[in-house]
């Protein structure tokens, strides 16, 4: 009973780590980028409007690199959200047995892999397509979309099966009272009430493809490759842009810049991860009055 108090303070400690590590780095990023924030930050010289609207080309900026980065979010939960969410809803409520045991080991399997196999598969696709049925085959904003969608799929897999498996029994036996086939009472029951669980991994994929660098240096992003023109076209990101400012900088404020695009890069994130949750209760809401 002594010790109570003192493992209630450590708990507590614990608990405050993570909100000081994300505060202290919030400050180091503003404290080396303060001078570069503002507008030159994201256009350079160009003019703000004619640079968001691509008419106007932006050299000395980050927007190109933020547009990019969206894109290959959006590519990437594209890939990975439905078809993680049927795969874990298949682990969960369909396979058995070893057919079960085999899928969620594979899933692990790709979840241990590292980013830079990803990249390779993409690259090795590539290089596969300009032998075979496609000899204009080229790196793409398509191309690393969907090999991050890969990259993050055992994430989506994993959060729905293992938060449909962790649901009562009792709500198990609702949709047979109701008279609901079993794919009704997955669609009306299951999903809404596993809708929270479900949308930590959407949360968790979205991060983890805004930030790999390794996939997309190997599937094509270049630097100062203006806005994404076409899915078939090269791109530029912030992480990637972010590397090339670390390993060439030529100055003091080139590295300013890299800072402020590390700040920028996490204030995206934030921002993505407020509009899954955002999304979430929205879907919550639909599936309950649908239900």
């Given at each position: 009973?002594?010790?109570?108090?003192?493992f209630?303070?450590?708990?507590?400690?614990?608990a405050?780590l993570p909100?000081l590590?994300?505060?202290?780095?919030l400050?180091?990023?503003?404290?080396q980028?303060?001078h570069?924030?503002?507008p030159?930050?994201f256009?350079?010289d160009?003019?703000?409007?004619k640079?968001?609207l691509?008419?106007?080309?932006?050299?000395d900026?980050?927007?190109p690199?933020c547009?990019?980065?969206?894109?290959?979010?959006?590519?990437a939960?594209?890939?990975a959200?439905p078809l993680?969410?049927?795969c874990?809803?298949?682990?969960?409520?369909y396979a058995t047995?070893r057919?079960?045991?085999?899928?969620?080991l594979?899933?692990?399997i790709?979840?241990?892999a590292?980013?830079i196999?990803m990249g390779?598969?993409g690259?090795?696709l590539?290089?596969?397509?300009?032998?075979?049925?496609?000899?204009e085959?080229?790196a793409?904003l398509?191309?690393?979309?969907?090999?991050?969608?890969l990259?993050?799929?055992?994430?989506?897999?994993?959060?729905?099966?293992?938060?449909?498996?962790?649901l009562?029994?009792d709500?198990r036996?609702?949709?047979?009272?109701?008279g609901?086939t079993?794919?009704?009472?997955i669609?009306?029951?299951?999903?809404?009430?596993?809708?929270?669980?479900i949308?930590?991994?959407v949360?968790?994929s979205?991060?983890?493809?805004?930030?790999?660098t390794?996939?997309?240096m190997?599937?094509?992003?270049?630097?100062?490759?203006?806005?994404?023109r076409?899915?078939?076209?090269?791109?530029?990101?912030?992480?990637?842009h972010?590397?090339?400012?670390?390993?060439?900088?030529r100055?003091?404020?080139?590295?300013e810049r890299?800072f402020?695009?590390?700040?920028?890069?996490?204030?995206?994130?934030?921002v993505l991860f407020l509009?899954?949750g955002?999304?979430?209760r929205?879907?919550?809401?639909?599936?309950?009055k649908?239900?």
């Open positions: 009973m002594n010790r109570q108090p003192g209630t303070l450590f708990c507590r400690l614990c405050a909100v590590l994300v505060a202290g780095l400050v180091f990023l503003w404290l980028s303060r570069a924030l503002g030159a930050l256009f350079g160009a003019d703000p409007v640079a968001i691509g008419l106007a080309p932006v050299w900026g980050i927007w690199a547009a990019g980065t969206l894109c290959l979010v959006a590519l939960g594209l890939t959200v993680g969410i049927l874990g809803i298949h682990l969960s409520e047995g057919s079960a045991r085999v899928l969620s594979l899933v692990d790709l979840a241990g590292p980013s196999i390779l598969f690259f090795a590539i290089l596969y397509l300009r032998h075979s049925i496609a000899p085959a080229n793409s398509l191309l690393s979309g969907v090999c991050l969608g990259l993050v799929l055992p994430y989506m897999v994993n959060a729905t099966a293992t938060t449909l498996a962790a009562p029994a709500l036996l609702l949709g047979p009272a109701l609901l079993r794919w009704q009472a669609r009306h029951i299951l999903l809404p009430s596993a809708g929270r669980g949308m930590s991994g949360v968790l979205i991060g983890r493809a805004a930030e790999d390794a996939v997309i190997l599937t094509g992003v270049v630097a100062n490759a203006g806005l994404p076409s899915l078939f076209g090269v791109y530029e990101a912030l992480p990637f972010i590397y090339t400012a670390a390993a060439e900088y100055g003091p404020e080139d590295l890299g402020g695009a590390a700040l920028v890069l996490l204030a995206l994130t934030t509009a899954a955002t999304l979430h929205t879907m919550e809401n639909r599936w309950r649908g239900a």
